[in-house]
């Protein structure tokens, strides 16, 4: 039996044809993870601007600015990886491609301080940097779409309507800049033209067919980038232990502090990997879209929860304008809505309502409460911390002592054999 030969040492232009769906062991590439990198920078400025605002006591800004910063970030990363799901051939031309779009996202990155001030001060909104960023990115993506409608005739219809749609949707972009119209008008089209963005996979793929992702391979991306915003719980808590060594020395509030944040973002990861995301998706293809699309609050709320950890470092250090009941709040109301998002994007893929799972996320919840309570009623913000690290941890043992049964039983019922 004659061996396949092994792939080319170089990398030139290669067409972008759609690849095997169903093809084993499918992994993340080299390419894939050097462009995540550029989302940990991203991120990481958004919670800090985010953080700042918090800390101020500016929680309405602060809210309004993140969601859209973390949907701008999200969005195109999302687009990114589900093309190269089906697309990518590791070729120069998607090699210089992935490297403009690494470059938009810096860009957007740095635009993100003026942003966030803008939409704090209330008048209009500074974001012709971030717009820029965003629009690199999309410009990039519409190049590679346009390169599959030139190399897969089976595919062309659908990369024409990403690619034109796209298109007219940046052109709006751009044009946003120009007119800086006043806030409210200014949050309003950004919605319009987010949601614009949003419909523009169901429209292409409804009109010329879906494309060929790899279900495994986007349930191993998803949870890449997963894994950068947990990141920033690290160093969340990192500025926390700082804070708290600096006012009081090492100390038992100190080492609480670290161990806190070390179950917490121990205990969020847990908890995502126990939905069996990559056998559901090879499943049922169709439930992509509202999985992938949730995704976005998954994101946002872990890299809000690094952003409370920043405000609970400067709240201890007594640089916060805010009390210590609303920095913790800062780092509880994110777990819960990740907590939340987690068990309805389970549900949503299994298509099954478990009692059970309601319980253990009602017992995650009055965790929080608890370490809310226990603030209001005069322990430390170290304290409070330290208990709420343990809501996803009631998650994790009631898996791994009840819940994997429900879950392997469930996914008898709606596998097929």
């Known amino acids: 039996m004659t061996q396949a030969p092994p792939p080319p040492l170089h990398h030139r232009l290669r067409r972008m044809v759609g690849r095997d769906p169903n093809q084993a062991h499918r992994a993340a590439t080299p390419l894939e993870l050097l462009y995540d990198l550029t989302f940990v920078v991203a991120f990481s400025q958004a919670g800090s601007q985010a953080a700042h605002l918090l800390e101020l006591g500016h929680f309405g800004s602060a809210a309004i600015a993140f969601a859209f910063a973390v949907f701008a970030i999200c969005w195109a990363w999302i687009n990114y990886s589900w093309l190269a799901s089906a697309y990518d051939n590791d070729g120069v031309f998607l090699r210089i491609a992935t490297m403009v779009q690494m470059l938009g996202v810096l860009v957007l990155a740095l635009g993100l301080p003026e942003f966030f001030e803008s939409i704090d001060e209330g008048h209009h909104v500074d974001n012709a940097v971030v717009i820029a960023g965003y629009v690199v990115m999309r410009v990039s993506t519409i190049a590679l779409w346009l390169r599959i409608a030139h190399d897969d005739p089976s595919a062309r219809r659908t990369a024409h309507g990403y690619a034109i749609s796209l298109g007219v949707i940046q052109v709006a972009w751009v044009a946003m800049i120009f007119v800086d119209p006043p806030l409210v008008v200014a949050l309003g089209l950004m919605f319009v033209l987010g949601v614009c963005e949003m419909i523009v996979p169901l429209f292409a793929e409804r009109r010329g067919g879906e494309t060929p992702w790899h279900p495994h391979h986007i349930a191993e991306r998803y949870s890449l980038l997963v894994i950068i915003t947990l990141g920033e ?67 946002g709320s872990l890299a809000a929860t690094g952003a409370g950890l920043h405000v609970a470092a400067n709240a201890i250090a007594g640089e916060a304008h805010i009390t210590d009941v609303e920095a913790l709040l800062t780092i509880a109301v994110p777990v819960a809505v990740f907590l939340a998002m987690l068990f309805l994007l389970y549900s949503y893929l299994l298509r099954r309502f478990d009692p059970f799972h309601l319980v253990i996320f009602v017992a995650s919840l009055a965790v929080l409460a608890l370490a809310v309570l226990a603030v209001a009623g005069g322990a430390s913000l170290p304290a409070g911390i330290l208990i709420a690290a343990f809501s996803p941890v009631v998650v994790v043992v009631a898996f791994e002592t009840i819940g994997h049964r429900h879950q392997a039983e469930a996914l008898r019922e709606v596998l097929p054999d």
Request: aromatic share 16%; proline share 1%; no cysteine.
């Open 233 to 299: 719980i690290v160093l969340g808590t990192i500025l926390a232990i700082s804070a708290v060594v600096e006012e009081q020395q090492w100390s038992t509030e100190a080492a609480g502090v670290a161990l806190g944040g070390t179950l917490l973002v121990f205990g969020l990861w847990w908890s995502y990997f126990t939905v069996p995301s990559g056998r559901l998706l090879a499943a049922y293809r169709s439930r992509s879209y509202v999985w992938g699309y949730g995704h976005i609050v998954v994101f």
